[in-house]
């Protein structure tokens, strides 16, 4: 997974945004990117839908059919 998620975080976040004034700014921008790659960035192979639309189905769906009978 980290040879697919890393190269993402290289060309979306350093080289479209470029250089941070210190460590802390590169962080908050690190963060931000976190969320919108899980929460916004639709994915071809997710059926065009978030990470975190898939999560919620998931569980959603997952719940429902672990409930005792």
Do not use: Q
């Amino acid at each position: 997974m980290a040879e697919v998620l890393n190269p993402l975080y290289k060309a979306e976040l350093g080289f479209l945004e470029g250089t941070w004034r210190d460590r802390e700014h590169l962080e908050a921008a690190t963060a931000d990117w976190v969320h919108w790659l899980n929460t916004r960035r639709l994915h071809s192979m997710l059926h065009y839908m978030s990470r975190a639309e898939v999560a919620a189905d998931y569980h959603s769906t997952d719940n429902e059919s672990s409930v005792a009978t």
